[in-house]
């Protein structure tokens, strides 16, 4: 880390975002040969679905004039504009001006996108770097996902974020009735992993009652993506529940999120029911670590000024969030940490 954790330069900083993929609109809510406006990290884009159902993702304004291309038609995978009617191909190349017979050369900035978890996801930079967020132990799975929530928080993302590894705040908020301990593990650059190594604990009823379901008492991990996804596992050995927050920083530091429930794909009609119990489940989990911050989120003014031995998992997400690699809100260039003041 290369300055001071008081004054980091990149974590909970309200117009720096790591480079990475982050969710832009719900599958659901674009459909098939139509376009939409969407307002995404300080940039304007237009977000369209081609008659294939592929989704593509360009700056919004027409390179002609100006227009919002999101006023425009979707054809075939193109999307012509509304305003005179050019039109420009699924990689952002002009194929038609109407009143010209061959197009100019010019193309507009696309942004490459998947879908993924019943989201799609934008990577904010020309070729993503690496795959999308998943959770360690489905990787190899194919998965059953539902988005349960859309959120927004008055805070930052990134402090949205330690609030999962905030140890102590366990006991006081959640009322938990063990000390959690957190052993942390960095897999990549963009990826670092919390793992509950909580051993024995006060005999409370609770603790007794979920004993015989653990190999190790509370089976708790978190691992995080660009210090703006975070993926949960929590449950006993035979069955693991997974929480996905995807989140997205907002104007003026704020955060807009989305809550996926996951689990193992599973086959047949069976497969389908149990999938649906184990999701509800995972709401109700969901809900329930949800619950009880929520206060903390609208007024708090985050600055670890006095870190104690308890908020070791959070200066090491600090860490982390300082090493990779940062883009200013809206033209989304990479920070040029000696030029840009914090404001
Ligand atoms: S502004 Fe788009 S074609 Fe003229
Ligand atoms: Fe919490």
């Not at 999101?70 to 995978?77: H, Q, R, T």
């Not at 006993?236 to 429930?261: C, Q, V």
């Not at 070791?312 to 600090?318: A, K, R, T």
């Not at 982390?320 to 690699?325: A, L, W």
Request: charged share 20%; glycine share 6%; with cysteine.
């Amino acid at each position: 880390m290369s300055q001071n954790r008081q004054t980091p330069e990149i974590f909970n900083h309200p117009h720096r975002f790591i480079e990475g993929w982050y969710w832009l609109l719900r599958s659901q809510d674009l459909r098939v040969g139509k376009v939409k406006a969407v307002s995404f990290l300080g940039r304007n884009l237009a977000v369209y679905r081609t008659t294939q159902g592929q989704v593509i993702v360009m700056d919004a304004y027409c390179p002609h004039m100006g227009a919002h291309l999101a006023e425009g038609k979707v054809e075939g995978d193109s999307l012509r504009c509304f305003f005179h009617n050019w039109k420009f191909a699924a990689d952002g190349y002009c194929l038609d001006i109407p009143c010209l017979k061959k197009p100019l050369p010019i193309k507009l900035q696309t942004w490459p996108v998947k879908e993924a978890y019943g989201l799609i996801w934008l990577w904010t930079g020309k070729e993503a770097q690496s795959s999308l967020p998943f959770v360690p132990e489905l990787q190899q799975e194919s998965v059953d996902a539902y988005v349960s929530k859309l959120f927004i928080k008055e805070c930052h993302p990134n402090v949205v974020m330690v609030n999962a590894i905030d140890a102590h705040h366990f006991n006081t908020v959640h009322n938990f009735p063990i000390e959690i301990k957190f052993e942390s593990q960095v897999i990549n650059n963009n990826v670092i992993t919390f793992n509950n190594i909580t051993k024995g604990g006060k005999d409370s009823w609770l603790m007794n009652l979920i004993k015989p379901l653990y190999k190790e008492e509370g089976t708790y991990r978190m691992s995080y993506w660009y210090g703006s996804v975070g993926t949960v596992t929590l449950g006993p050995d035979f069955l693991h529940f997974y929480i996905m927050f995807a989140l997205r920083m907002l104007e003026n530091g704020k955060t807009e999120g989305a809550t996926i429930l996951i689990t193992k794909a599973r086959k047949g009609f069976l497969g389908w029911i149990f999938n649906r119990l184990i999701l509800g489940i995972t709401a109700l989990v969901s809900n329930y670590f949800a619950k009880g911050d929520t206060q903390i989120f609208k007024t708090i003014k985050f600055n670890l000024k006095n870190p104690i031995w308890a908020d070791q998992s959070i200066i090491e997400f600090i860490d982390h969030v300082e090493n990779q690699r940062a883009l200013m809100w809206g033209s989304w260039h990479p920070v040029n940490q000696n030029v840009e003041c914090r404001i």
